[in-house]
C-alpha cells in the first residue's frame, strides 16, 4: 500500500502538470508567450498563481518540462531495441517516442505553433538545447551500459557512442526546422525520417 500511494501522488502530479502545459500552451499560441502570464494561465485552471508554481518554476518550465517527462520513455525504447542493431538504427526508433507524443490527444494541434514559438524565443530555444543535452548524456550512458551487456564495451576515449547520439539529435533539431519551414505540410515523422537519413552511419 505504501509503495501504490507514491505512484498514485506522482500519476497526479503528472496529470495536472499536463491539464496547465496544455492550458498553458493554448494561451501562449493565441497571445504569444511574452503576452501571456503566470496569473493568465493560473485563470485558465482554476489554481492560484502560487499553485502553478508548486508545479513549474518558470514560464519557460510550461513549455519545455514535457522533456524531462520524455526521457524515461525514450530509455525504456532504447532498452528494448536489439542488443546486435546498429545503434543509428536504435536511435532513429528512439526518435518514434517524440513521433508518438506528436501525435498524443491535445498536442497534435499545437505541435506546429508551440514549436515555432520555442524555435523563435531565445530564451526558450536556449532552455530546449539543454533539454536535449540531458536527453543526449542519458541516452549515451544507456548506450555504453548496452554495450558492455553485450560483452562489446567502448574505449574510455571512444567517441563513437557521444558522436553517434550527437549526430542523431542534430538530424532531430534539423528536422524539427525543416518541418517548420515547409508550413508542416509534411508529417512529422517524415521529417525525421528524411533527416536521419542523411547520415547512415555504419556503427
Known amino acids: 500500500m505504501s509503495d501504490r500511494q507514491p505512484r498514485l501522488r506522482?500519476?497526479?502530479r503528472r496529470a495536472?502538470?499536463?491539464?496547465?502545459?496544455?492550458?498553458?500552451?493554448?494561451?501562449?499560441?493565441?497571445?504569444?508567450?511574452?503576452?501571456?502570464?503566470?496569473?493568465?494561465?493560473?485563470?485558465?485552471?482554476?489554481?492560484?498563481?502560487?499553485?502553478?508554481?508548486?508545479?513549474?518554476?518558470?514560464?519557460?518550465e510550461i513549455v519545455l518540462g514535457k522533456f524531462d517527462l520524455v526521457v524515461d520513455d525514450m530509455l525504456d525504447a532504447l532498452r528494448a531495441r536489439p542488443s546486435d542493431e546498429a545503434v543509428?538504427?536504435?536511435?532513429?526508433?528512439?526518435?518514434?517516442v517524440l513521433v508518438a507524443l506528436s501525435k498524443a490527444p491535445g498536442h497534435e494541434e499545437l505541435m506546429e505553433p508551440v514549436h515555432r514559438?520555442?524555435?523563435?524565443?531565445?530564451?526558450?530555444f536556449a532552455g530546449y538545447l539543454q533539454k536535449l543535452q540531458h536527453m543526449q548524456d542519458a541516452v549515451v550512458t544507456e548506450l555504453l551500459v548496452r554495450a558492455e551487456a553485450a560483452g562489446a564495451p567502448y574505449a574510455p576515449d571512444d567517441p563513437t557512442?557521444?558522436?553517434?547520439?550527437?549526430?542523431?539529435?542534430?538530424?532531430?533539431?534539423?528536422?524539427?526546422?525543416?518541418?517548420?519551414?515547409?508550413?508542416?505540410?509534411?508529417?512529422?515523422?517524415?521529417?525525421?525520417?528524411?533527416?536521419?537519413?542523411?547520415?547512415?552511419?555504419?556503427?
Request: net charge neutral; proline share 3%; glycine share 4%.
Open 10 to 12: 506522482e500519476r497526479t
Open 16 to 60: 495536472v502538470r499536463r491539464e496547465i502545459a496544455e492550458a498553458a500552451n493554448t494561451l501562449f499560441v493565441e497571445r504569444g508567450f511574452e503576452a501571456t502570464t503566470i496569473d493568465d494561465i493560473a485563470s485558465a485552471v482554476g489554481m492560484s498563481q502560487r499553485s502553478v508554481f508548486r508545479y513549474f518554476a518558470t514560464k519557460e
Open 88 to 96: 543509428w538504427t536504435s536511435l532513429h526508433r528512439v526518435f518514434g
Open 117 to 124: 514559438m520555442v524555435f523563435e524565443t531565445p530564451a526558450l
Open 161 to 203: 557512442p557521444r558522436a553517434l547520439t550527437a549526430a542523431a539529435f542534430g538530424c532531430l533539431v534539423a528536422a524539427q526546422h525543416s518541418w517548420l519551414a515547409s508550413g508542416a505540410n509534411t508529417s512529422f515523422a517524415e521529417a525525421v525520417d528524411r533527416a536521419m537519413a542523411t547520415l547512415v552511419p555504419r556503427a
